[in-house]
């Protein structure tokens, strides 16, 4: 009867001990499942930040959504669908030596002119991704917008340059036809890039560096013909002044002519009017009647004219 009892309290023993291996198997499958949820959870759902679209990526096969996520949580499969975000509002990539512009590494821009002259330039471009191009864009280049932007772009921004520079001599890329440049570049990118969904807004040339030398060349070109067209505008203002001068003298000339013929005309009319009788006509009213006083013995007569018979 004692072994009975031994038993049965070793039979208890036993059933505890399992029972509580079983309870605490439970919690860890628990806590493992709980910790399974909490890893998962986050995969579960994606959130698109506002300003940008998620391209939907199938690990598995590898395909990409034709339609891109607008910004929101959105659900997905864990670990087989990913998510890569591409802005969508406007970007500008700026592409410089120094370090506070663009990148911290030199970005800038060389290319030759036609005499083969260096040119390191400084630019910028300002676009605006088009959020149905999008899936399309990560299929072709499978990265992210930075590294297309400065890869790709950068190199469609650089063969831009050359194709343009390229053909103009470089004292009128720095000097006169910078803008023109400008213009044609900007068209050659847009031409580039739109079809892949690049909506190009402003291509900018901020600065360009030419050797030492060629600069040097370029400014005294440029003060030699500051110098031809002042020369030019002094020899035009001296010539105005002088057809001026020549002008008013001959006017001046000419109304002396005029003012000359008048007056013999009018020395002519005037001999012509004056006769004897005229003259002795005047003469006698101007007289007030009264004789001369004389101290002679001559009489002075006044001759009034006569008749004619």
Do not use: C
Not at 273 to 280: D, K
Request: aromatic share 6%; no cysteine; hydrophobic share 40%.
């Amino acid at each position: 009867m004692t072994s009975t009892t031994s038993d049965r309290i070793d039979s208890m023993r036993f059933d505890s001990a399992t029972e509580t291996r079983q309870k605490l198997k439970r919690v860890v499958i628990g806590a493992v499942a709980l910790l399974a949820i909490l890893l998962l959870l986050p995969s579960t759902f994606t959130y698109v930040n506002p300003g940008y679209v998620g391209i939907v990526i199938h690990r598995g096969g590898g395909g990409v959504d034709a339609v891109p996520l607008g910004p929101g949580v959105h659900a997905r499969v864990p670990f087989l669908t990913g998510i890569e975000e591409y802005p969508i509002f406007l970007k500008t990539l700026v592409l410089a030596k120094s370090s506070n512009e663009g990148s911290a590494q030199n970005d800038e821009i060389n290319v030759n002119s036609v005499e083969g002259q260096p040119l390191a330039l400084d630019v910028s471009l300002s676009f605006q991704l088009d959020q149905s191009h999008m899936p399309k864009l990560y299929t072709m280049f499978r990265t992210d917008i930075n590294q297309i932007t400065h890869g790709f772009v950068k190199q469609t921004i650089r063969q831009a340059l050359q194709e343009v520079v390229g053909t103009e001599p470089v004292a009128d890329v720095i000097g006169p036809k910078k803008a023109e440049v400008t213009n044609r570049v900007n068209a050659l990118i847009a031409k580039h890039l739109q079809p892949l969904g690049f909506d190009v807004k402003q291509f900018t040339i901020n600065e360009l560096r030419a050797p030492p030398q060629v600069m040097e060349a370029i400014n005294q070109k440029n003060v030699m013909q500051q110098q031809a067209l002042t020369a030019q505008n002094e020899l035009q203002k001296n010539t105005f002044n002088a057809q001026g001068d020549s002008i008013k003298a001959a006017g001046r000339a000419k109304a002396i002519t005029a003012e000359a013929e008048a007056q013999a005309r009018a020395n002519t009319l005037l001999a012509q009017s004056i006769t004897p009788t005229l003259v002795q006509y005047e003469i006698t009213k101007k007289w007030d009647g009264k004789l001369p006083q004389f101290s002679g013995a001559v009489t002075p007569m006044i001759q009034l004219p006569s008749a004619k018979p």
